[in-house]
């Protein structure tokens, strides 16, 4: 797979240096907590590129001891980039750079990440956010912010402070509000005044309407874009994750927080259909994703593991495709748990949920939360080559099995999980 990468000889439109280090975090707003930044900082900077760009990040490991990478969360970027250690290249050792490159396809919010050793390195903050620009000025909005979520040591932070941020904003303007949930359990976002639901996971809503007293659930590693609109005095308060919130309007207004809603934005029924671009009807290839879980040992470690159709990692069989298929894959959730599930390189769109068949706008996803006893149909084309992870986005049932990997035919890695190498994805 190495040789699945940009174009080589193509010079990059946006290049950023990322140097990672094992440091204390200064949390403002809170207390400084040991962990991982990059370039001094964590949340790492905001790159921003413009759809159509090249952009080049050239990783850096400084001190990260046990090695580090950096994956591309919901850019479908070729295989040699995705940052998975062990599957498209080996952890960075201290002292090592790795040069990611990647064309900027499709507009959108995303975040990047370790993937090494990623439930410990993702927690304690080596991530960022990344904004993929439309070549187009957008519709729906006059401005935008990312408000990425991250939980630091027990505190609620949004964009790295543990504190309500402020969008000055004219009356009647609309914010794009970019949020990220980069933690492990699903987020809920909500607002007294309504909303609108531009994009889910950085792909475009068609036709969003008015959001009113209801709640949106974000699945980990998910993203929505909310628009928010700024009163005709005052401030808009849109919730974010329960303990922060950002502010819309005039920046010296306060206005009180507004009690959670208790329904639910369904996403299968908002929005209006259009056409998916391709037949799902009558798939190439049909998979089943049954998560269960029992009793086990993995490297030597007894425990309560996650199994995917009965089996457990690493005894689990690669979901085999060819280039251009058309591939239906059904998740079934049969644990207590919820599972933001997540496959890399692909966005796939929702078929239907417990036998509903999605009726509103056509919903793409990269990290789709299935919760407890539910269970979806995605269809996705295989249009991008490579060997792609295709797991659970709470990082501790990662590394505790819950992983499976899209393999192509003709396609396969020099890189090794395990062994001498200290390649540890999850
Ligand atoms: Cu956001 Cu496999 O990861
Ligand atoms: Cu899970």
């Not at 000889?9 to 207390?31: M, N, W, Y």
């Not at 295989?79 to 290249?89: K, L, M, P, R």
């Not at 990647?102 to 990623?118: I, K, L, M, P, R």
């Not at 295709?390 to 590394?399: S, T």
Request: aromatic letters at 8%.
């Amino acid at each position: 797979m190495t040789w699945l990468t940009a174009d080589p000889e193509r010079p990059a439109d946006v290049r950023v240096e990322l140097t990672a280090r094992q440091q204390k975090i200064a949390v403002p707003g809170g207390r400084a907590v040991e962990g991982y930044t990059l370039n001094g900082q964590s949340p790492g900077p905001e790159i921003r590129a413009r759809q159509g760009e090249l952009v080049e990040v050239e990783f850096v490991n400084e001190w990260v001891a046990a090695g580090a990478t950096l994956h591309w969360h919901g850019i479908d970027v070729p295989n040699a980039a995705d940052g998975v250690a062990g599957i498209t290249q080996d952890a960075v050792p201290v002292g090592g750079r790795f040069v990611y490159r990647f064309e900027a396809t499709d507009a959108g919010t995303y975040w990047y990440h370790s993937h090494q050793v990623s439930h410990e390195q993702v927690r304690r903050g080596m991530l960022g956010a990344i904004v993929i620009e439309p070549a187009e000025a957008s519709i729906g909005s006059d401005s935008d912010v990312v408000a990425l979520l991250h939980i630091y040591d027990g505190q609620h932070t949004l964009n790295g402070r543990a504190e309500d941020q402020r969008v000055a904003a004219r009356p009647g303007a609309t914010v794009r509000v970019r949020v990220v949930n980069t933690d492990n359990g699903t987020a809920t976002l909500w607002s007294a005044a309504p909303f609108r639901v531009l994009a889910i996971d950085g792909t475009e809503v068609n036709a969003p309407s008015d959001v009113k007293n209801r709640r949106v659930l974000l699945a980990a590693g998910g993203r929505v874009d909310i628009a928010v609109q700024a009163p005709p005095d005052g401030a808009t308060r849109l919730h974010l994750g329960g303990a922060r919130s950002i502010l819309v309007g005039d920046p010296e207004a306060s206005e009180p927080p507004a009690p959670q809603p208790s329904d639910t934005l369904d996403l299968l029924a908002y929005g209006d259909p259009a056409p998916l671009g391709f037949d799902p009807s009558s798939p190439d290839r049909t998979f089943d994703y049954v998560i269960g879980r029992r009793f086990g040992i993995i490297d030597g470690r007894p425990g309560n593991f996650w199994t995917i159709n009965g089996r457990m990692f690493p005894d689990i069989p690669m979901f085999h495709v060819r280039e251009g298929d058309i591939v239906v894959i059904r998740i079934v959730n049969d644990t207590s748990e919820t599972h933001p599930m997540h496959l890399h390189g692909h966005h796939a769109v929702v078929l239907s949920r417990d036998g509903v068949a999605a009726s509103g706008s056509p919903w793409w996803t990269d990290t789709l939360d299935v919760f407890p006893g539910e269970t979806y149909e995605v269809a996705f084309v295989a249009d991008n080559p490579g060997i792609w992870s295709d797991h659970c986005h709470n990082l501790p049932h990662a590394v505790d099995g819950l992983i499976a990997h899209v393999m192509y035919d003709g396609v396969s890695t020099p890189f090794t999980i395990n062994g001498d190498t200290g390649n540890h994805p999850e």
